[in-house]
């Protein structure tokens, strides 16, 4: 797959819920006496685990994330825990709260335009996720999606196209089946994938 800064996002999310890590010190990441503690003070592996939020990703985005929304207005509202510079105009980004080690984010000139996740749940609103076969989202979409590969053809995907706008599941980087599973316009997700990363 040539698409490192995926990749390497996937590993630590991966990372990240194998080994939690503590922000704060032993006193204020101990839960309050009768209580539990915040989930950023339980770790990545916390916040996964209990899943409060709808478990579904579509293209129109998940929760607060919605394609088109501001990076400005997100952080401002609390719901951008990090950011990173990514290639011209793109920064990525981590949700907080329950999504918080759930859901990565890419914003092109300030507008959310990616939203993806290498957990299961979410899934697509037809039942599709991380972990599956591309034989099982053929057998969930039939002609609406399709398997695709990169123009450099050294990675496959199955893209399921909902106007302008795409799912697209790709390979895991050590198994077959699917790996990552990322929504947005077809003119940043589906070109990045067939091109490499915008810039």
């Not at 996964?48 to 929760?63: E, K």
């Not at 719901?79 to 990565?104: E, F, K, Q, R």
């Not at 089946?177 to 067939?194: I, L």
């Amino acid at each position: 797959m040539n698409r490192p800064a995926i990749l390497l996002t996937t590993a630590a999310l991966a990372l990240g819920t194998l080994v939690p890590a503590t922000v704060a010190g032993p006193a204020t990441a101990a839960p309050p006496v009768g209580g539990t503690a915040p989930a950023s003070a339980r770790g990545p592996l916390a916040a996964a685990v209990g899943h409060s939020h709808p478990q579904v990703l579509s293209v129109r985005g998940a929760g607060v994330y919605r394609i088109g929304a501001s990076l400005a207005a997100l952080t401002a509202n609390g719901h951008i825990d990090w950011t990173a510079s990514g290639c011209g105009p793109v920064v990525h980004a981590g949700a907080t709260g329950s999504w918080a080690g759930v859901l990565l984010l890419a914003f092109r000139d300030g507008r959310l335009v990616e939203v993806g996740t290498a957990t299961n749940p979410p899934r697509s609103p037809a039942g599709a996720g991380v972990g599956m076969s591309f034989a099982e989202l053929e057998a969930i979409y039939g002609r609406r999606g399709s398997l695709i590969r990169n123009d450099a053809g050294d990675a496959e995907a199955y893209l399921v196209r909902v106007g302008s706008r795409v799912e697209l599941f790709t390979g895991h980087p050590i198994r077959p089946g699917v790996g990552y599973f990322q929504v947005g316009p077809a003119s940043f997700v589906e070109r990045n994938f067939r091109q490499g990363g915008f810039c």
